[in-house]
């Protein structure tokens, strides 16, 4: 919420690492710790512990309800140093399936949106500028820091200092993005 994804994945790694390094227990735990360094209850597999997951899916993947059922709902990723993120979250309309990919001056998103539902998809800004050429589906969208093209079911809604914005129907859709110079 604060737009400090690498602060946030290293603090989660630090505060889960006794869990995950675990040599025997594969669970996550009721408490920080277990046994002598534990809060004298507990267990060793326990939903609690499973926050982070809803972090990653919210928030570094950026898939989060805007209305009830996911009948609208957003996409803005947020990866920090993450490479690649793979995340699909079923709703009663259908599986929103979402893979981003970030490398050096290129960013990919292919989003499966099902029917019955608007998204408001969010491309991350690369450089801290907009001046970036988007393409949807193979086809250019936004080049130059304007709206370079038309694509049915896919509309401009506003570029931030974060984020290109677009609202995208149903379908299956693949944003790449390129740095311009």
């Known amino acids: 919420m604060m737009g400090q994804p690498g602060f946030a994945q290293e603090r989660m790694k630090k505060r889960y690492a006794k869990m995950v390094e675990h040599p025997e227990y594969t669970t996550l735990w009721e408490g920080w710790g277990i046994g002598a360094e534990g809060f004298g209850g507990g267990t060793i597999n326990h939903a609690w512990s499973g926050g982070p997951l809803t972090i990653m899916s919210q928030y570094f993947a950026g898939i989060a309800p805007t ?18 993120i793979t995340a699909k979250v079923v709703t009663a309309k259908g599986d929103i399936a979402l893979k981003l990919s970030n490398a050096k001056e290129m960013f990919e998103l292919d989003l499966t949106s099902p029917s019955g539902t608007q998204a408001t998809v969010g491309i991350p800004v690369l450089t801290g500028e907009t ?21 049915p079911g896919v509309r401009f809604i506003e570029a931030t200092s974060r984020y290109v914005v677009f609202a995208v129907e149903p379908g299956t859709w693949s944003f790449s993005v390129r740095e311009t110079n």
Do not use: E
């Open 67 to 84: 209305a009830p059922g996911f009948s609208t709902y957003s996409v803005y990723p947020q990866m920090g140093a993450l490479k690649k």
């Open 131 to 151: 001046i970036m050429d988007v393409k949807v589906n193979g086809k250019a969208l936004w080049s130059a820091g304007k709206v370079s093209g038309t694509i």
